[in-house]
């Protein structure tokens, strides 16, 4: 056993690293900027805690969700790993304003990148021996960064006001257009430690259904036959909600909750982490739900409606099977059900109209010397635009100068060059999600194996599954037994020793 790993079994009480872990650890240690790929499930976060532990400063990480961060957090801390933090809105002010004039004193610190753009953090960061910046889950510099969470394509910004630590990126699935983004996005000569993204563990099926009451006959006929934590996507908020109240009437055996991005955000911490406690069996969701979800036994992924792209559903497929044992990945397919996707997209970026109307509207405060308002309401009743088309216009104007801390700042000269800019870059985000839905679309359509159809797009070659492979090669959902992880029983030697366990997992200090 080499030292590397020699720190790993002493921090982490793994013996051994995964493919891919030990070559990027490596470099991030010798101060590099490192992009590394690795497939879901396969450890990418000891990536960056082992650095985190063993590097004097401090590692900041970028993380897109609250939960996950907590959930992390949580492992950490059970693991002996105290001197962590995940910095998040649930936080009390006065604890969060603590914790930023002491952020030396974590060696690990997951935050939002929202919170990055806050003023007092960012003086605090300054002032902090910053070891390693990670951007976990990268892809969403593409996925979520123009429209979703603009703050993601800032981070740049951020990266050089610290003066440049060593930048680690990291994700599950990249194709060569998100990396591009990536790349551009944050304007950094990076090595790339790149893998195959495919698991052989997860058998993909595909089912055709002729009507939307088929298609939920069929999920409550397989739910009625499985029973293990499973998770369910949909498109629309609204079928995710119909759908759980309608298998909790019809299978009152099975425990099922719904989860989207239209719920408070304390009620979707509850649901993700009763079901990481195994109080919930089945999860109706939105993309909203699972994203650096590590729950290691759920064995089925249904996908109620297609997803936009197929990044999206190699992450989302990827969210089963995460113990290497046999797990499914059923797409049930309606003709047509691209639409919902298709109208998704149309409501996602605003029209030409739309931009136009709003840069009136811009001058408009201009000419009247108001700033932009805060309020998220009156942001609507003024430029009639959704949030997240307020979102992609905003980060545009933000770009170009136009508004800098809410302040319009009109120069005739460049007004019209930025509208038409605007214009030109909402045209081009646009033919771009189209073409992703067309590729998803074509893969569930195409002649073929199902595996060798899904990746042929972000590698050369895959893994053969030793078993099953598709429903394509022959695979059949109904004659399949999934497989039982037995749990380890341990022995408790006294009653204090279960008592310092308790107390551990709960996160208590040393």
């Known amino acids: ?266 009620d979707r911490v509850t649901i993700q982490q009763q079901f990481m406690n195994d109080q919930l069996d089945v999860i109706c969701c939105t993309s909203a739900f699972g994203m650096g979800i590590d729950k290691r036994n759920i064995r089925l992924i249904i996908h109620y409606h297609i997803p936009g792209q197929l990044e999206s559903f190699i992450q989302e497929a990827g969210r089963a099977g995460r113990d290497g044992l046999e797990s499914v990945s059923l797409v049930l397919y309606m003709e047509n059900d691209e639409v919902l996707q298709a109208h998704m997209i149309q409501s996602e970026l605003p029209t030409e109209e739309m931009i136009r109307s709003s840069f009136q509207k811009l001058y408009e405060l201009a000419q009247a010397n108001e700033s932009i308002p805060t309020d998220e309401l009156l942001i609507q009743q003024i430029f009639q635009l959704n949030e997240t088309q307020w979102n992609f216009l905003y980060f545009q104007l933000e770009k170009h100068q136009i508004v800098k801390n809410k302040r319009i700042y009109f120069e005739s000269e460049t007004w019209h060059e930025v509208l038409e800019a605007t214009i030109h870059i909402r045209e081009k985000r646009f033919k771009i999600k189209r073409k992703k839905l067309l590729e998803m679309k074509t893969w569930i359509t195409e002649e073929g194996c199902l595996r060798a159809n899904l990746y042929k797009g972000f590698q050369k070659d895959f893994t053969k599954p030793k078993k099953y492979c598709c429903s394509y090669c022959g695979f059949d959902l109904k004659r399949w037994k999934p497989p039982i992880k037995q749990k380890k029983t341990e022995e408790i030697s006294s009653w204090q020793t279960k008592l310092a366990q308790l107390l551990l997992v709960e996160g208590g200090s040393k």
């Not at 960056?48 to 957090?73: E, F, H, K, N």
């Not at 058998?203 to 499985?226: A, G, N, P, Q, T």
């Not at 998770?231 to 425990?255: C, G």
């Open 1 to 266: 056993m080499d030292k590397l790993e020699q720190q790993l079994d002493r921090i982490f009480q793994f013996s051994s690293f995964r493919t891919g872990q030990k070559e990027i650890i490596a470099d991030v240690l010798e101060g590099k900027d490192v992009f590394g790929i690795l497939p879901t499930g396969s450890g990418k976060s000891i990536c960056y805690q082992l650095p985190a532990a063993l590097l004097p400063g401090t590692t900041i990480v970028v993380s897109p969700l609250i939960a996950l961060m907590l959930d992390q957090v949580k492992q950490l801390k059970a693991k002996k790993f105290k001197r962590v933090i995940a910095l998040n809105s649930f936080m009390n002010p006065v604890e969060r304003n603590r914790v930023y004039h002491q952020l030396d004193q974590y060696k690990l610190v997951y935050v939002s990148p929202e919170i990055l753009q806050q003023a007092e953090f960012l003086s605090c960061l300054q002032r902090t021996p910053i070891s390693l910046f990670v951007i976990d889950e990268a892809h969403c510099i593409s996925q979520w960064g123009h429209e979703f969470r603009p703050d993601y394509m800032k981070l740049q910004e951020v990266i050089n006001l610290l003066g440049h630590p060593p930048v680690l990126a990291l994700s599950a699935t990249v194709s060569p257009t998100v990396k591009r983004d990536i790349y551009q996005s944050l304007n950094i000569h990076m090595i790339e430690h790149i893998y195959p993204i495919d698991r052989e563990n997860i058998i993909f099926h595909f089912m055709k259904v002729d009507s939307e009451l088929e298609k939920r006959h069929r999920v409550k006929e397989i739910l009625s036959d499985y029973r293990g934590p499973t998770l369910i996507y949909f498109s629309s908020r609204v079928t995710a909600e119909l759908i759980s109240q309608t298998l909790s009437d019809e299978l009152p055996h099975l425990r099922i909750a719904f989860y989207h991005g239209g719920m408070d955000q304390v």
